[in-house]
């Protein structure tokens, strides 16, 4: 028997750090949600008790290293299941992008392996395993459009916003995460998102609205490292996308776009920046 199990992108329309913990992570505020542009997993179940990883792309790790690995361990030790898997990842979504594209593949490995070994986990039970393996699992499970608090593993449901292009773009660079947040100054920050104007913007379904009210803290830490992410939000600004914001803790730029026919001008300006450029539609 196989399984098959989609694992979309997820950006930020706002993001949102309020003090450092004594656990060491940060306290966070985001809403999160998904667009289509998604890594496909296959699962098989083999005879031995192993978990084998396969991929098209040779840039990321297939062992423990690997979130879906960790995933599919965690569900064998945790419901003693004795029976192995093979997993084919058909990798789309950038690395170290702040799409979260491993934690996806990891929610995906977690739904598909439910399905496969018939384990019938409720989905709360799921999210719990989630948030043992990475702060954006969770969210990732269920997909949708949800506020984020803790870590990111507390979620609260809300309507999705109103549908648009999503035109996402990354450097050819890559960001830590973890130097990100390291560098991160609560008390240096000028002000916050309003959590409150988004939330509202997105249930009276107010594009330009939605637009108005993005924001992430960490985009400050993460353009004065890499003049190159500055370089391509003014760049999709300047091409004529409604809303601009980094994604995550980056180097991912995303523009909101309600008119397709500005979506092949941004997506051929921004070409000229980068080769990982993507046009596709919010998830909703």
């Known amino acids: 028997m196989k399984v098959y199990e989609k694992a979309p992108a997820k950006i930020n329309l706002l993001l949102d750090v309020l003090h450092k913990r004594e656990d060491g992570y940060h306290e ?73 594209g491993g934690s996806s593949d990891a929610a995906a490995t977690l739904r598909g392996l439910n399905r496969l070994w018939k384990l019938n986990i409720p989905d709360l039970e799921l999210q719990e395993l989630g948030a043992e393996l990475g702060s954006d699992v969770p969210f990732c499970v269920t997909g949708g459009t949800a506020i984020a608090r803790g870590r990111g593993e507390k979620l609260e449901m809300i309507p999705n916003p109103p549908q648009c292009w999503v035109i996402l773009a990354k450097p050819p660079i890559n960001v830590s995460t973890a130097d990100v947040y390291g560098r991160f100054r609560v008390d240096k920050l000028n002000g916050h998102p309003s959590m409150a104007d988004m939330i509202s913007a997105i ?62 001008r941004i997506y051929n300006g921004l070409r000229g920046f980068c080769k990982e450029v993507y046009a596709v539609r919010m998830l909703t």
């Open 28 to 100: 966070v505020e985001m809403i999160m949600t998904m667009v289509d542009l998604a890594d496909r997993l296959e699962m098989e179940e083999l005879p031995r008790d192993t978990i084998i990883i396969s991929s098209q792309a040779g840039y990321i790790p297939l062992d423990e290293k690997n979130l879906a690995f960790q995933a599919a361990k965690l569900i064998k030790d945790r419901y003693d299941v004795k029976q192995g898997v093979y997993i084919h990842l058909d990798k789309k979504i950038p690395v170290a992008a702040g799409l979260a």
């Open 203 to 264: 249930e009276n379904q107010q594009f330009h609205d939605v637009c108005g009210q993005l924001g992430n803290v960490l985009e400050d830490v993460t353009l004065s490292l890499y003049p190159e992410v500055h370089q391509l939000k003014d760049a999709m600004m300047k091409l004529g996308a409604d809303g601009v914001l980094m994604s995550g803790s980056g180097p991912t730029v995303f523009g909101l776009v309600s008119k397709e026919s500005k979506v092949a």
